[in-house]
């Protein structure tokens, strides 16, 4: 099965960048896909990137993929008090590009 | 956007009793849905994928009698937790599918805190 694995702490200076990284075993996967969850409450949709893309942009936030690697991360500009959450990963199945294998979940902190 | 709501977004019962939760998708048909268990700490663990109008197909371990899932509608699945124990006390989230996803395969809902005294 799939096997998706996150740093579990990230504590950034507000302002600077922070960078999420993720590893994923699933290579065939079709879309992977980064989540930011606030506390007590569901998921959020941030970014996701299709496969056969190395790199995504969207506003402050940036995905890179390296296939070969098997890596994916997450770079959040200018990283803000309100960006505080627990980022997830998450690779498609093969078999099925509508179930979804997480990751256990980055916290980031974000400190004055 | 897409919007999924699920209710309610909090219940305590008392062990042995059963607890329904609704999942619906507000704005748009969802053919699949989906619903997942979060324990303190740890990442979502995908227990049963529901499809409108036929069983739920559920993940390894996950007792499909004791975790009920009707798809009634394309706006609506329910998971019924029967006679639930201290052990089932989680954050159950739903997600949901539309009929034509692009690369956004699945909206999530607000989840589900379940506490079993």
């Known amino acids: 099965g799939e096997d998706v694995e996150q740093s579990l702490f990230l504590s950034v200076r507000e302002g600077d960048s922070s960078v999420i990284n993720c590893t994923y075993t699933d290579s065939s996967s079709t879309y992977l896909y980064w989540y930011k969850q606030e506390p007590g409450a569901g998921l959020q949709l941030l970014t996701y990137i299709f496969s056969n893309m190395d790199m995504k942009q969207d506003q402050r936030l940036t995905v890179l993929l390296n296939k070969k690697d098997k890596h994916l991360s997450l770079r959040i500009a200018d990283t803000q008090t309100g960006d505080s959450a627990i980022y997830f990963c998450?690779?498609?199945?093969?078999?099925?590009?509508?179930?979804?294998?997480f990751g256990a979940g980055t916290t980031v902190t974000v400190r004055a | 956007g897409a919007v999924v709501s699920q209710h309610p977004s909090w219940v305590i019962c008392k062990s042995g009793t059963s607890v329904k939760i609704e999942c619906r998708s507000l704005d748009f048909q969802a053919t699949t849905m989906f619903w997942y268990r979060q324990f303190p700490k740890q990442s979502l663990m995908l227990m049963a994928t529901s499809n409108e109008g036929s069983k739920a197909t559920y993940e390894q371990g996950v007792e499909k009698d004791k975790f009920l899932i009707n798809h009634a509608s394309l706006t609506l699945s329910t998971l019924t937790v029967t006679s639930a124990h201290p052990e089932d006390s989680s954050f159950y989230i739903c997600s949901a599918r539309p009929r034509d996803p692009g690369g956004e395969t699945q909206y999530f809902g607000p989840g589900t805190r379940l506490l079993v005294l």
């Open positions: 998450a690779e498609t199945d093969p078999d099925n590009d509508y179930k979804l294998s």
